[in-house]
């Protein structure tokens, strides 16, 4: 039907159709097969559109790749107040976003519409192979294994290797800053990554890896974009997050193959790999000796896990805790800087909860103790999440609303800061209240709202022994440090990097502090004290705007005791 002239100037093409004949040159089909393109791109952006908010048009074929490019809090912010559901296109990704705490809940709890979605970078650097991979009833049972790692009692565990590195960065921390302010999201960041090793691997790691780990970690973080060339070009940012993670599996594998001999000649746990190995070993034994000898049956019954599979597993809870856990404690020493009425607080419980003693080991029945310490906690998570949005795919397609169906293959986001920040269950939500944790604010009524962990089969692994790794660092630090925070004009700006920081880096300055002052301020405090009005005028006093001494009233009761006893 068609044919093709070759003229002196261009090339001719000639179609005919009922009798005409019509000629195109190569440049009006090569416009017409990009019209048909752009089309396509349109209309089916359009359909997957349907009624919900989103860009009117899609900028062809790219969408809105260049904002995704430069992601700021405000531009998610105004993206979530654009509607419960939103979406934008991205190059071929259609992406829905869920701001309301309802629609992220659904999601967050539907694993048979929706899986964790990884970026490619992802699966390079963590290994195709790793759990966090899995889905359904594979993740469901590989997780089951790894719940026991998080116990109270194992979390108990931790906590003596853990002191020990707060000791030696609090250190540090002074004398980074003696001479003036200085940008401390680094050495967070620093700090993270040895509590992690510590209490990942124990002693079984040396303060030269720790410090090798935090120097390459930067560079997992770095390659984690949304977009990567799809090669692994050498001295590309996913070349050298790869070899990040080399790094950092050789110190893993040598820390599992130091773990299985102790725990084989039955030392105690010291770490979550012994913890890890010696559940291990306690499965086998039952299932060689079997309930016949009385073997003492294990809590859990799992196989047994190659070090390259525990390596992996811990390459991913570091990857899964790094930047969450250094985010939350960049912001929490902001915070407590820029409210002394609250660091005050602190000091106050958490020299009372030792009677005195500054030194005295923290303990996880001394953390259970820390209840005002752990409302600051929960508050700072609340206000600042260190994860702002979770992504996942859609299996198929998802009907998440009566007049709306998640189309199949797309990316679905559910947002957790909208929850966090709702007016009805955190009144003034963007205020700093640790109080509205206590038993006179609304917080705790709420907990489908508490989403700074997620929700559902991939809610977080780590959640309690994060919660109680932040209080145990602030509240130690609280009375062995002083410190005061520098304010500038990007203090409070949220920095997207993986999580959130403050933009300006939180310029910080430390000093040694005394608590015996305090200590015997409170002594005489409680002595002052007349008996009969005990409580009765501080509890007038309190309101959920102030931070008031309510928890000096309690602590003052715990000091009676102290007091009586001595
Ligand atoms: C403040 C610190 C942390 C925050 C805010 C945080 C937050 C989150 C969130 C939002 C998720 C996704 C949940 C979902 O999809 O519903 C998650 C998953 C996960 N987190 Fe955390 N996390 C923190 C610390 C940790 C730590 C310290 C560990 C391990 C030691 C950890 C291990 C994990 C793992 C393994 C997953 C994936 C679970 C799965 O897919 O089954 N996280 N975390």
């Given at each position: 039907?068609?044919?093709?002239?070759?003229?002196?100037?261009?090339?001719?093409?000639?179609?005919?159709?009922?009798?005409?004949?019509?000629?195109?040159?190569?440049?009006?089909?090569?416009?017409?097969?990009?019209?048909?393109?752009?089309?396509?791109?349109?209309i089916?952006?359009?359909?997957?559109?349907?009624?919900?908010?989103?860009?009117i048009?899609?900028?062809?074929?790219?969408?809105?790749?260049?904002?995704?490019?430069?992601?700021?809090?405000?531009?998610?912010?105004?993206?979530?107040?654009?509607?419960?559901?939103?979406?934008?296109?991205?190059?071929?990704k259609?992406?829905?976003?869920?701001?309301?705490?309802?629609?992220?809940?659904?999601?967050?709890?539907?694993?048979n519409?929706?899986?964790?979605?990884?970026?490619?970078?992802?699966?390079?650097?963590?290994?195709?192979?790793?759990?966090?991979?899995?889905?359904?009833?594979?993740?469901?049972e590989?997780?089951?294994?790894?719940n026991?790692?998080?116990?109270?009692?194992a979390?108990?565990n931790?906590?003596?290797?853990?002191e020990?590195?707060?000791?030696?960065?609090?250190?540090?921390?002074?004398?980074?800053?003696?001479?003036?302010?200085?940008?401390?999201?680094i050495?967070?960041?620093?700090i993270?990554?040895?509590?992690?090793?510590?209490?990942?691997?124990?002693?079984?790691?040396?303060?030269?890896?720790?410090?090798?780990?935090?120097?390459?970690?930067?560079?997992?973080?770095?390659?984690?974009?949304?977009?990567?060339?799809?090669?692994?070009?050498?001295?590309?940012?996913?070349?050298?997050?790869?070899?990040?993670?080399?790094?950092?599996?050789?110190?893993?594998?040598?820390?599992?193959?130091?773990?299985?001999k102790?725990?084989?000649a039955?030392?105690?746990?010291?770490?979550?790999?012994?913890?890890?190995?010696?559940?291990?070993?306690?499965?086998?034994?039952?299932?060689?000796?079997?309930?016949?000898?009385?073997?003492?049956?294990?809590?859990?019954?799992?196989?047994?896990?190659?070090?390259?599979?525990?390596?992996?597993?811990?390459?991913?809870?570091?990857?899964?805790?790094?930047?969450?856990?250094?985010?939350?404690?960049?912001?929490?020493?902001?915070?407590?800087?820029?409210?002394?009425?609250?660091?005050r607080?602190?000091?106050?419980?958490?020299?009372?909860?030792?009677?005195?003693?500054?030194?005295?080991?923290?303990?996880?029945?001394?953390?259970?103790?820390?209840?005002?310490?752990?409302?600051?906690?929960?508050?700072?998570?609340?206000?600042?999440?260190?994860?702002?949005?979770?992504?996942?795919?859609?299996?198929?397609g998802?009907?998440?609303?009566?007049?709306?169906?998640?189309?199949?293959d797309?990316?679905?986001?559910?947002?957790?800061?909208?929850?966090?920040?709702?007016?009805e269950?955190?009144?003034?939500?963007?205020?700093?209240?640790?109080?509205?944790?206590?038993?006179?604010?609304?917080?705790?009524?709420?907990?489908?709202?508490?989403?700074?962990?997620?929700?559902?089969?991939?809610?977080?692994?780590?959640?309690?022994?994060?919660?109680?790794?932040?209080?145990?660092?602030?509240?130690?630090?609280?009375?062995?440090?002083?410190?005061?925070?520098?304010?500038?004009?990007?203090?409070?700006?949220?920095?997207?990097?993986?999580?959130?920081?403050?933009?300006?880096?939180?310029?910080?300055?430390?000093?040694?502090?005394?608590?015996?002052?305090?200590?015997?301020?409170?002594?005489?405090?409680?002595?002052?004290?007349?008996?009969?009005?005990?409580?009765?005028?501080?509890?007038?006093?309190?309101?959920?705007?102030?931070?008031?001494?309510?928890?000096?009233?309690?602590?003052?009761?715990?000091?009676?005791?102290?007091v009586?006893e001595?």
């Amino acid at each position: 039907m068609g044919t093709t002239n070759v003229t002196e100037s261009a090339v001719k093409h000639t179609l005919h159709l009922f009798g005409h004949e019509l000629h195109f040159s190569g440049w009006t089909i090569c416009f017409t097969i990009l019209a048909i393109l752009i089309a396509y791109d349109q209309i089916s952006y359009q359909i997957q559109k349907g009624t919900i908010p989103g860009p009117i048009v899609k900028i062809p074929f790219m969408g809105s790749f260049l904002d995704s490019m430069k992601p700021t809090f405000e531009k998610y912010h105004t993206k979530w107040m654009s509607g419960p559901l939103s979406c934008v296109s991205v190059f071929h990704k259609f992406v829905v976003i869920a701001s309301e705490r309802e629609m992220s809940r659904k999601i967050l709890n539907s694993p048979n519409y929706v899986q964790p979605c990884v970026v490619d970078a992802g699966k390079k650097i963590l290994k195709p192979n790793n759990w966090v991979f899995l889905d359904g009833k594979a993740h469901v049972e590989y997780r089951k294994g790894l719940n026991g790692l998080f116990t109270r009692r194992a979390l108990a565990n931790y906590l003596p290797a853990q002191e020990a590195v707060y000791n030696k960065y609090f250190k540090e921390f002074l004398d980074y800053s003696k001479d003036d302010y200085k940008q401390y999201m680094i050495p967070f960041r620093d700090i993270n990554v040895a509590v992690s090793c510590r209490t990942f691997c124990g002693s079984y790691i040396s303060d030269d890896a720790i410090t090798e780990i935090a120097d390459h970690y930067w560079r997992i973080t770095a390659a984690m974009e949304l977009v990567n060339f799809p090669i692994v070009l050498p001295f590309t940012k996913i070349w050298y997050g790869i070899k990040a993670r080399d790094v950092v599996m050789k110190f893993f594998m040598n820390a599992a193959a130091q773990s299985r001999k102790n725990m084989e000649a039955g030392k105690p746990i010291t770490c979550m790999m012994d913890e890890w190995i010696h559940e291990m070993i306690e499965a086998r034994e039952y299932k060689e000796k079997g309930a016949a000898e009385g073997a003492e049956k294990p809590s859990i019954l799992i196989r047994d896990f190659s070090d390259e599979e525990i390596s992996l597993t811990f390459l991913s809870f570091l990857f899964a805790s790094q930047d969450a856990t250094s985010s939350a404690m960049t912001w929490l020493f902001q915070m407590l800087a820029d409210n002394p009425e609250v660091l005050r607080k602190v000091r106050e419980e958490q020299i009372s909860i030792r009677n005195g003693d500054p030194k005295a080991p923290i303990t996880i029945d001394l953390v259970d103790k820390m209840e005002y310490t752990r409302w600051v906690v929960k508050e700072c998570l609340r206000l600042r999440p260190p994860v702002l949005m979770v992504p996942y795919r859609v299996k198929k397609g998802f009907p998440i609303r009566s007049d709306y169906t998640i189309p199949k293959d797309s990316m679905v986001v559910p947002t957790l800061w909208c929850a966090l920040h709702d007016p009805e269950v955190f009144p003034e939500p963007d205020n700093f209240i640790p109080e509205r944790w206590g038993p006179e604010g609304t917080a705790e009524k709420s907990p489908k709202s508490w989403l700074v962990f997620g929700t559902g089969p991939h809610v977080c692994l780590g959640q309690r022994y994060a919660v109680m790794h932040l209080i145990a660092c602030i509240g130690k630090a609280s009375i062995e440090l002083d410190w005061k925070h520098k304010r500038t004009e990007d203090s409070d700006t949220q920095m997207i990097f993986a999580t959130t920081f403050p933009q300006d880096m939180c310029y910080l300055k430390f000093s040694p502090f005394d608590s015996t002052k305090l200590w015997n301020e409170l002594r005489h405090k409680k002595h002052e004290k007349p008996e009969k009005h005990e409580g009765h005028d501080l509890q007038r006093e309190q309101s959920i705007n102030t931070v008031a001494s309510s928890t000096t009233e309690s602590l003052a009761e715990g000091l009676t005791q102290t007091v009586t006893e001595a």
